[in-house]
């Protein structure tokens, strides 16, 4: 591994690491070395072998081959366990929390100071965690309940459960997945203190932004290989993006001016609960037309679930109208909506979109099943049913070996591009697509975005809902932002800023964000 | 780069064993924990003193050994093998049919009161008999099916109530003499019903004095190829399957997961119930309280071996009656209690059950995503 020059101290590197799983070679001979007080940012598509990687840094899973060094000795970490002595933290992408718990028992669990071998000191727990928070800019209360916090802070409480347990090397696993543009500033900030007091950082991640915001050194992985290595100064979003995938892609999506026709979807003072009979989404008010593209911004859990499945059927509103095509569909059943010519991309693909031990036959059905040429009567034609796959195998470019493989031995891009192969290949007059493209390969992405505003030009009606600005951003002809189940504004894109839109989905007013141009929904 | 990236990197050479191993698991997993039960079955006649040789040769000769044991065989897989299927087709829709006993005797009090009321000629009694136990079994399963869609209330729960339920009444119609209902006059023991008509007996061959290869078994064999067919054919098939798999996703593809629930439960109990019209119509034509004496849960056993795979159920319902058949000889020969048997089928199901100790023995590759782990998915599937 080149040394770029760095004069600091190696802290972990990693000698040709490798590790096959049947079938394929998630890491191939793949070295890195991490210096004291630098971020590394590990840069990847899904699939790339990142994950498999830190895990074998963290000693969940064990090289094939290869050596790692802490400190310049060599380790072979058996365990998490082992790692944490060695002073190796990780951040998981999903926490590792206990809800039910406050945050000094979740930061002490495991690992816990006793008096007598078998109290609970919190007292002195909560003193040592307040001493961190200080010292690192992490703001938490320690007597708070987990499940009581936001998702920002409970993300400062998986680094201070880390940062507690003596950890000088911290792996972060997608840690801005989850956060608002705002709360994902405040954690660079965080990154920031915690190298200049000597820690060093591993951040994985797939947005390209941030890594040229806060890496010191980028390590791109293709294929379980190391396919590059460079610095944000020499580096740009367009040049790592083409390392990633092995070829040049297109960040922006090329589409022209929406030309709207009729409204499609008609929605007027939806409310809907959730499961917990809390109210999800209240008085909201939608107009998507025919042709155009309409963004639904905003943060995970502000009622965009529940309003795509009152949209499709799966959720019953408590009060309002939905209208597709002139069509209340208020009380619908999804196929009612379906055979309007509703599609619908959903937000959790293995839960909702598809049955993952199913062939992709299957599920390329998975909604047409019942009807010509896939069932006769009551009998299904295997023929038709195969041959349906293939095109839509060959049509969105999904890689399978075969349409016969279950589904669940694709990689998530490829699952994702066939149901939008699924979806797309209906007469459609309206498009739901929930977070169309999460968790996916650049490379899908580019694929299926291109496909939406395809279909925008065909005349389709698109409601795009996505936790990702720049999604929105790069795909949406008017922007709906959606705070605490409600549209707190609508404008057309471009109207304002990314920082601004920041704010309005974290629940500031739209005056507040000094915008002269748009419109309030909702006063 | 020139080349574009592959998505994953191919393994190298072709599939070896160990792929060809993995990929026969399901089949593996069931032979092996036979065979496994089998050896430790040895052992634990062996330590006890007995002979361990003498009493598995005997049990072979006195399950398939002899044409007449196969015939004895053959009568007594009968009932496991519609039964299995009973619990099998439930469980593919993601349902843990425990009522498999309930549905038998719902279905056999029909069949013995079509069989005692009314006189038809052969040709139309018999197969109004197996209809009206495949309607009883039906109608006491829906009621489970109709719970759990409407409350959501567990068909575990449900099935083992009803079976109590059916049991007891079917006692009750039996011994009730005031008036008599099912009860026969004649008998003095009231522990039985009437007895059917002639023109509803199942044909067959008399083997010995005791036994008749009846009809049943042809219908088993048929009703495991109709349920596979159906299953992996027919739309509504895949509905059931699409439910028991993912029920959100079957949601989402416009599936009515409360109609589902309650037509595989429906479906279930006719399995069952016509189990228990080839019982009472090829066998002892009269119904008593303790008739079935948990066949419908052996048939749970029966459809777990088989992975709920209904051409699999073919052989383990073979196997179920073959071993309780040669149980008689190797007792015998052996001179050990019937009672071994139920110990040798205990540690099958055991071993099936806890398939990580198979996977163990013989080196057989980790489940991967897509192949089923039966028993864990029938509870947390509610």
């Known amino acids: ?523 | 780069m020139a080349q574009a990236a592959e998505e994953r990197t191919p393994s190298p050479g072709p599939p070896g064993f160990r792929e060809y191993y993995a990929r026969y698991a399901p089949f593996l997993v069931p032979i092996f924990a036979v065979f496994t039960a089998l050896v430790v079955g040895a052992l634990m006649i062996g330590l006890t003193g007995g002979d361990w040789l003498a009493a598995y040769i005997g049990l072979w000769e006195g399950s398939f050994g002899t044409p007449i044991a196969i015939a004895n065989t053959l009568v007594r897989a009968t009932p496991f093998i519609i039964c299995g299927l009973a619990v099998a087709l439930a469980f593919k829709a993601g349902l843990f049919n425990i009522g498999a006993e309930g549905q038998l005797y719902a279905g056999a009090v029909c069949v013995v009161v079509v069989g005692t009321m009314l006189q038809l000629p052969p040709v139309l009694h018999i197969p109004v008999g197996i209809i009206a136990g495949a309607l009883g079994g039906a109608a006491w399963a829906a009621i489970a099916g109709y719970l759990k869609a409407r409350t959501g209330a567990h068909e575990v729960i449900n099935t083992i109530m009803l079976n109590y339920i059916a049991i007891r009444l079917t006692e009750w119609l039996i011994k009730s003499k005031t008036p008599y209902i099912l009860g026969d006059p004649a008998d003095a023991s009231g522990s039985r019903t009437r007895f059917i008509a002639e023109s509803m007996h199942l044909p067959g061959i008399r083997v010995t004095e005791t036994a008749i290869l009846h009809l049943g078994i042809l219908i088993a064999v048929l009703l495991v190829f109709v349920v596979d067919w159906f299953l992996r054919r027919t739309t509504t098939g895949f509905e059931l399957r699409t439910v028991g798999a993912n029920p959100r996703a079957a949601r989402y593809a416009g599936m009515s997961v409360p109609t589902s629930i309650v037509l595989a439960m429906a479906l279930a109990g006719g399995l069952a119930g016509i189990a228990g019209a080839t019982e009472v119509m090829g066998a002892r034509y009269a119904l008593s309280a303790d008739f079935f004496s948990g066949l419908g849960f052996d048939a749970i056993a029966v459809a777990l071996l088989a992975r709920a795979n209904p051409i699999g159920i073919l052989f383990s319902g073979l196997l179920w009656g073959g071993l309780l058949t040669g149980a008689r000889l190797m007792q015998v020969r052996a001179g050990l209690s019937i009672d071994v048997i139920k110990i040798v089928q205990a540690l099958i199901i055991m071993f099936v059950a806890a398939d990580q100790i198979v996977r163990f023995i013989y080196r057989i590759p980790q489940r991967r995503a897509g192949e089923e782990a039966m028993i864990s998915k029938g509870w947390g599937g509610g």
């Open chain 1, 1 to 523: 591994m080149t040394q770029n020059g760095h004069e600091r101290p190696v802290v972990l590197e990693a000698r040709g690491i490798t590790k096959r799983f049947p079938g394929v070679v998630a890491n191939d001979k793949v070295s890195l070395t991490l210096h004291k007080g630098e971020v590394l940012a590990l840069l990847g598509e899904n699939g790339a072998g990142k994950s498999t990687l830190m895990n074998i840094l963290y000693g969940l899973y064990h090289q094939d081959e290869g050596e790692i060094f802490v400190n310049g000795e060599p380790i072979r970490a058996r365990s998490p366990h082992d790692s944490i002595q060695r002073g190796i933290g990780m951040v998981h992408q999903h926490f590792q929390l206990v809800p039910v718990m406050t945050v000094a028992e979740n930061v002490v669990l495991g690992n816990e100071i006793t008096r007598g071998g078998l109290w609970l000191d919190r007292r002195q727990a909560a003193e040592r965690i307040q001493t961190i928070s200080r010292q690192y800019g992490l703001p938490v209360d320690p007597h708070a309940l987990v499940a009581d916090l936001d998702v920002g802070a409970q993300q400062r409480v998986e680094i201070i459960k880390a940062l507690y347990r003596n950890a000088d090397i911290l792996i972060l696993d997608e840690p801005t997945a989850v956060l608002t543009p705002q709360e994902a500033d405040e954690l660079v900030g965080v990154m920031r203190t915690l190298t200049s007091q000597g820690k060093s950082l591993i951040f994985i991640t797939h947005k390209l932004r941030e890594v040229l915001e806060v890496a010191d050194r980028i390590v791109v992985l293709r294929a379980g290989r190391v396919v590059g290595e460079t610095t944000p100064a020499e580096a740009s979003e367009a040049s790592l993006a083409a390392m990633m995938v092995g070829r040049s892609v297109l960040l922006q999506v090329e589409k022209s001016a929406a030309r709207p026709g009729l409204p499609v979807l008609d929605v007027r003072g939806l409310q809907v609960r959730d499961d917990r009979q809390l109210v999800a989404v209240r008085d909201l008010e939608l107009e998507v037309r025919a042709g155009e593209i309409l963004g639904i911004a905003g943060v995970q859990g502000n009622g965009q679930t529940e309003l795509v499945q009152a949209l499709t059927g799966l959720r019953t509103p408590e009060a309002g109208s939905i209208r597709i095509v002139g069509r209340d569909v208020t009380t619908a059943t999804p196929r009612q909506i379906s055979e309007l010519g509703v599609a619908h991309i959903p937000e959790d693909r293995q839960r909702d979109g598809m049955v993952t031990s199913y062939p992709l036959t299957d599920n390329a059905v998975l909604e047409l099943y019942y009807l010509e040429p896939f069932a006769q009567g009551l009998v299904r034609n295997d023929t038709a049913i195969r041959r349906h796959a293939e095109q839509l195998v060959a049509a969105f470019d999904v890689r399978t070996p075969a349409v016969t493989v279950p589904a669940s031995s694709l990689s998530g891009g490829n699952q994702q591009k066939l149901i939008v192969a699924r979806e797309f290949t209906r007469e459609l007059k309206l498009l739901i697509a929930a977070q169309p493209t999460r968790g996916i390969d650049v490379g899908s992405i580019e694929f299926i975005h291109n496909q939406i505003v395809k279909k925008r030009d065909e005349g389709v009606a698109v409601l795009l809902v996505s936790a990702e600005l720049d999604e929105i951003l790069s795909l949406a002809d008017r922007i709906a932002v959606m705070y605490h189940g409600q549209i707190v504004a609508t404008v057309k894109n471009g109207e304002l800023s990314r920082e601004q839109l920041g704010l309005l989905m974290a629940g500031a007013s739209l005056q507040d964000t000094s915008a002269s141009s748009a419109t309030l929904a909702h006063p």
